[in-house]
């Protein structure tokens, strides 16, 4: 199975941060990464797949980059409704896999 | 407009069975029904990350099983009422979790991102 770990686990920021989440692969997939935000006691959504593209009705601060076996998710300017966790999921491999999440909190 | 949502979930003994149903609304459209999509199921324990569980082919003939529930679940679906099924025996307190049906990005992908998720049914394994 490719792993996925995601960087950092958890950060603090404020309304406005430039905010970056990383998410690395155990081996190399191709692009085919996606994100979610889950807010508590919600499902998923997604917001990126096939690494750079914006799923409908995605706010354009959303924004994502890489190769290989490393991905970057990039929030421009964080707005009060972002603070929640993020996950990285890579769909190269079967199964496809998750990274653990990075929980974005209020400073 | 798909929308999907779960029922079936509770409370059961180690050992026991449980069978989770989801139901999809808004699968037609496009000369694309519910029997195009491949589906997917999606857990997540108590405060832990997302889990891939199994996935099934839209004809319902193909289907995948994560290692941890491969021989213990069994998925399939009924194209006629639009539902899709997880049948959960010999349950352990391990599989305690939310689960989540999904469907994927492009419909009729096994392996993909997931761009509609049911809102989950709390399955709890315990004595």
């Known amino acids: 199975d490719i792993q996925m770990t995601q960087s950092p686990s958890s950060l603090s920021a404020s309304v406005g941060d430039r905010v970056t989440i990383t998410c690395r692969a155990s081996q190399g997939i191709s692009n085919s990464l996606a994100w979610y935000q889950q807010k508590p006691g919600k499902a998923p959504k997604l917001l990126l797949y096939?690494?750079?593209r914006l799923h409908s009705g995605v706010p354009s601060r959303f924004s994502g980059s890489g190769s290989g076996t490393d991905y970057t998710l990039t929030i421009s300017s964080l707005q009060p409704e972002d603070f929640a966790t993020y996950y990285c999921?890579?769909?190269?491999?079967?199964?496809?896999?998750f990274g653990p999440g990075t929980t974005v909190e209020i400073k | 407009e798909v929308q999907l949502l779960e029922s079936g979930g509770g409370l059961v003994q180690p050992g026991g069975s449980l069978r989770l149903s989801c139901t999809a609304s808004g699968v037609t459209g496009y000369g694309v029904t519910f029997r195009n999509y491949a589906m997917s199921w999606v857990r997540q324990a108590p405060g832990k990350g997302l889990e891939w569980v199994s996935s099934l082919s839209g004809s319902g003939g193909d289907t995948y099983y994560a290692d941890s529930v491969k021989g213990r679940f069994t998925i399939s679906r009924d194209n006629s009422n639009n539902m899709l099924y997880l049948q959960m025996d010999s349950l352990r307190v391990e599989d305690t979790a939310v689960y989540y049906c999904?469907?994927?990005?492009?419909?009729?992908?096994?392996?993909?991102?997931?761009?509609?998720w049911g809102q989950g049914t709390m399955v709890t394994v315990s004595s």
């Open positions: 999904a469907k994927p990005l492009v419909v009729t992908a096994i392996v993909e991102a997931f761009d509609v």
């Open positions: 096939t690494t750079s």
């Open positions: 999921q890579q769909y190269y491999g079967t199964p496809q896999t």
